[in-house]
């Protein structure tokens, strides 16, 4: 599975941004996704994650309310809607895979994905 992420940019604060994290491969279709970030000096961490099938979700308490994480399977890209974004947002912004899972499968811990993208930065103005 080969994962693209995009979207990423620099935005004022209370503005939005959506993020796109297209798969390709044989298996792209049938993964669980989730979206993890790092901000400058920290480690890695959960934002959101969605099951393959789409019917399950989760968000870090972080963002919830604020971020949306869907997918459109047809298209093999998950998406990552955030609004109300503050500087504490700022990070660069992962899409990992995890394929070859249950329907309903997700999981917020970095290290049961398999698959990662690139990345793509993110900067919120004050």
């Known amino acids: 599975v080969q994962l693209q992420a995009s979207g990423g940019g620099l935005v004022r604060a209370r503005g939005s941004l959506r993020l796109a994290c297209a798969a390709s491969g044989r298996t792209a279709s049938a993964a669980a996704m989730g979206w993890f970030r790092q901000a400058p000096g920290k480690e890695r961490e959960f934002v959101a994650a969605i099951s393959w099938s789409g019917t399950r979700s989760l968000h870090a308490d972080s963002v919830k309310d604020r971020f949306t994480i869907s997918r459109d399977n047809p298209k093999n890209t998950v998406y990552l809607q955030m609004n109300s974004l503050q500087p504490e947002d700022t990070a660069v912004y992962y899409c990992?895979?995890?394929?070859?899972?249950?329907?309903?499968?997700?999981?917020?811990?970095?290290?049961?994905?398999?698959?990662w993208g690139q990345g793509t930065e993110v900067t919120v103005s004050s």
């Open positions: 990992a895979a995890h394929p070859g899972t249950t329907a309903q499968a997700m999981s917020v811990n970095s290290r049961w994905y398999d698959y």
